[in-house]
């Protein structure tokens, strides 16, 4: 589309009122104590929340919301034309003690933006189309971005039913068929390519990009990669009164030099969007007057690049053999994730940043260092991704804060670029 068809949007806007009222209401699912969102996959929270969305959507669209094989929430509205639907959403479940607006705003907006469009009686020509995925938060059955892997056919039947909860040892089909879905008729209805003409997600930030800078929104440019590696450092227990510093074997003090060996490295890439961090340490056995001699950690690493990525596992492994040589131990290790960062669709990037010129909105181009369930949608359809800011650049907690006013403005880009990219797409 010629660039001049930017320059001014249609003059339709969404309700900040809304948004603000829906906002409130999902955040009373799972409200604790603290201030913070239980509102994990399966729990009362989730089926309230569940409960909640599928009546006011089917009030107000006047269609039924289907549950999907791993009960993703979908509705959609017609179109002029028989064309694959346009397609907008996030999730709605909450990391224990989570925030307010992590999933929620996307699942809010994408109801929004389409509520908006259907009051305007705006001619579509392509179903329009909204989901909340199930379990995109890690959660008791440690699976998470469940629902789109499901059906983007990256998790098979078979690898759910061999999953349960953590604490109550109950299946997750179990649990997939309470909330209305059944893994039984996952292989027969999984989402290819070309089924759907386009994915937009908007997601706070999670980080302080946006804040620091004083934007309100920004395009993804792509999700980064996750590598992680279990890690195990064997040592010698020994009693530790009587063992010389000479004549130790200490599994803690070889992990810890590992771990900043590893910060060290990501450091030394000089790169702002490369991050690392052993998120888990687990010492054996553990206590007081032992030496430790064992102990499992997991290392991860966060980037776009698959090149920096190589270079610094190359770097980790030559520090760990020098660990190893003066601390005396023995360093075994296990890739359990390699991720690949994914790009998002240029052709949406190219239309969101277009409509943010036509709007005189000033915006970032910026990478996401969270995973997303755009990752899963990408391979699907031409998929893109909206970011607003996260103030102090909180998040997966309490105080997790979006200004109403940075929300509405998201809301008014996802809805002139639903329009455009209705114009574009065939």
């Not at 589309?1 to 009122?17: C, D, E, F, L, W």
């Not at 089926?47 to 959609?76: T, Y």
């Not at 989901?131 to 892997?149: D, K």
Request: charged residues 25%.
């Amino acid at each position: 589309m010629a660039s001049h068809q930017y320059r001014s949007t249609i003059p339709i806007a969404v309700n900040g009122k809304r948004i603000n009222q829906r906002l409130k209401k999902l955040a009373e699912f799972g409200i604790n104590d603290h201030g913070g969102i239980d509102r994990s996959f399966g729990s009362a929270a989730d089926i309230a929340a569940r409960n909640w969305l599928k009546e006011w959507w089917q009030k107000v669209f006047q269609s039924e919301v289907k549950v999907d094989p791993v009960a993703n929430l979908w509705i959609e509205v017609t179109g002029k034309e028989k064309l694959p639907p346009i397609v907008l959403g996030s999730h709605h479940d909450a990391v224990a003690n989570g925030g307010k607006y992590d999933g929620s705003i996307g699942v809010l907006l994408a109801a929004e933006v389409m509520q908006t469009l259907e009051e305007a009686h705006f001619p579509m020509r392509h179903p329009m189309r909204i989901v909340s995925f199930s379990a995109e938060e890690p959660n008791p059955y440690n699976i998470s971005t469940l629902g789109s892997r499901s059906i983007t056919g990256v998790l098979t039947k078979k690898d759910l039913e061999m999953v349960t909860h953590d604490a109550t040892k109950v299946k997750l089909t179990d649990t997939i068929r309470s909330l209305g879905g059944d893994v039984d008729h996952l292989a027969g209805n999984l989402l290819h390519p070309r089924d759907l003409s386009a994915f937009l997600e908007c997601h706070i930030e999670q980080g302080r990009n946006l804040f620091d800078c004083g934007r309100s929104v920004a395009v993804v440019k792509g999700i980064t990669g996750i590598y992680r590696e279990k890690i195990k450092v064997i040592g010698e227990a020994n009693h530790s009164g009587t063992t010389l510093m000479k004549d130790r074997h200490d599994a803690l003090l070889a992990g810890s030099e590992l771990n900043l060996a590893l910060e060290e490295i990501i450091l030394n890439t000089n790169q702002r969007d490369v991050v690392g961090t052993v998120g888990r340490f687990d010492v054996l056995p553990n206590a007081a007057n032992i030496i430790p001699g064992e102990v499992d950690l997991i290392a991860e690493v966060r980037t776009t690049d698959e090149e920096t990525l190589q270079q610094i596992i190359d770097e980790l492994s030559s520090r760990i053999r020098v660990i190893e040589k003066g601390r005396r131990v023995r360093i075994l290790r296990e890739t359990i994730l390699n991720q690949k960062s994914v790009p998002m669709d240029q052709q949406v990037q190219l239309t969101l940043k277009k409509v943010l010129t036509s709007m005189n909105e000033p915006f970032l181009e910026i990478p996401s260092m969270a995973g997303h369930d755009a990752v899963h949608m990408a391979p699907i359809a031409k998929t893109g991704m909206l970011f607003v800011p996260s103030i102090d650049g909180k998040s997966h907690c309490p105080e997790e804060e979006t200004n109403l006013e940075d929300i509405i403005k998201a809301g008014n880009v996802l809805l002139q670029t639903v329009i455009a990219l209705d114009k574009e797409l065939d």
